[in-house]
């Protein structure tokens, strides 16, 4: 009998180290970041008398920030893609990551002890997205189906580093194709693709270094519609990264949402990912 378990994780960092939180603010320049990984897991099992079956996993992760500074403007991009797929036994490829979040912020110094800024942001799935309850699975999302436009423009406080929190008065426009119960008002008679919101946005982020090889990485997003003040969408994404030694990371992902509109219950993810390092630039 022979049991076969290869596990393994490349990440590619385009970026600062992990020590190096406060970075130097850089002047009249673009600069650019990004950390990509992709872990892959697999199990083959042959005549294996504890039970089991052969598992396949992989999944692509990347994050990336483009920014640029003057004395009185602050431009920042933010880019988060993640999309992953397992395989168990003679079952077909299931989908168990499948995301793009983008966010653009353009802030200006107006001598205040906070900023005025402008801020759009985009959410979708990168592929087809299925609900594996029903039989056969049923597909439930896809690219920009639906898609998630906030625009948002307030005030925001960025004066400390690793740290920065906005509010502001938003619209959210959620434009769907095929899938129009993310978007459909039920009161009418009428199929609508596109649904237009507006509310109060609020975003914080923070960074913070535990110890010397350890960060972490936090982001909380509420909204709120003008006609339904008592509930909020909620959006909170974690990370935990630690830098075990030259070579090797271990990272802990949990991400948290509520939103009524897709589901009446709180979604959880979680994930765990020791993996090799290697610093490009």
């Known amino acids: 009998m022979k049991k076969i378990s290869i596990t393994v994780s490349l990440f590619f ?7 190096a939180q406060q970075d130097t603010i850089i002047f009249y320049k673009w600069v650019p970041k990004v950390v990509a990984g992709l872990n892959l897991s697999q199990i083959s099992l042959s005549n294996w008398t504890q039970g089991g079956e052969d598992a396949i996993s992989w999944t692509f992760l990347s994050n990336g920030s483009l920014s640029y500074r003057t004395e009185l403007w602050h431009f920042k991009n933010d880019l988060k893609l993640a999309y992953g797929r397992t395989k168990l036994g ?5 989908t168990t990551d499948n995301e793009l979040y983008l966010e653009s912020v353009i802030s200006r110094d107006i001598g205040w002890v906070v900023d005025s800024y402008f801020s759009n942001t985009v959410r979708t799935a ?23 436009l906030t625009q ?20 959210q426009e959620v434009i769907t194709n095929e899938f129009t119960f993310y978007s459909d008002d ?47 969408d909620v959006r909170w994404d974690n990370t935990i990264a630690a830098q075990v030694n030259e070579y090797v990371n271990v990272s802990f992902v949990f991400l948290l949402i509520y939103e009524e509109a ?8 979680e994930a765990l990912q020791l993996g090799i390092t290697y610093t490009i630039l």
Request: charge should be neutral; hydrophobic fraction near 40%; charged fraction near 20%.
């Open 262 to 269: 897709q589901i009446r219950k709180t979604q959880i993810k």
């Open 126 to 148: 990168l592929a087809a997205g299925f609900n594996y309850d029903t039989n056969p699975p049923t597909e439930i999302a896809n690219f920009f189906d639906p898609g998630y």
């Open 186 to 232: 039920t009161s009418t008679t009428e199929i609508e693709k596109i649904k237009v919101e507006t509310g109060i946005e609020s975003v914080t982020t923070a960074e913070y270094t535990v110890m010397e090889n350890i960060l972490l990485k936090s982001k909380l997003r509420l909204f709120s519609r003008f006609e339904s003040f008592d509930v909020w």
């Open 90 to 94: 003679s079952a077909n490829f299931r």
């Open 152 to 171: 948002s423009l307030g005030f925001i406080y960025d004066k400390t580093p690793g740290f920065s929190t906005r509010l502001g008065f938003a619209v």
């Open 13 to 19: 960092l385009l970026s600062a180290s992990l020590s």
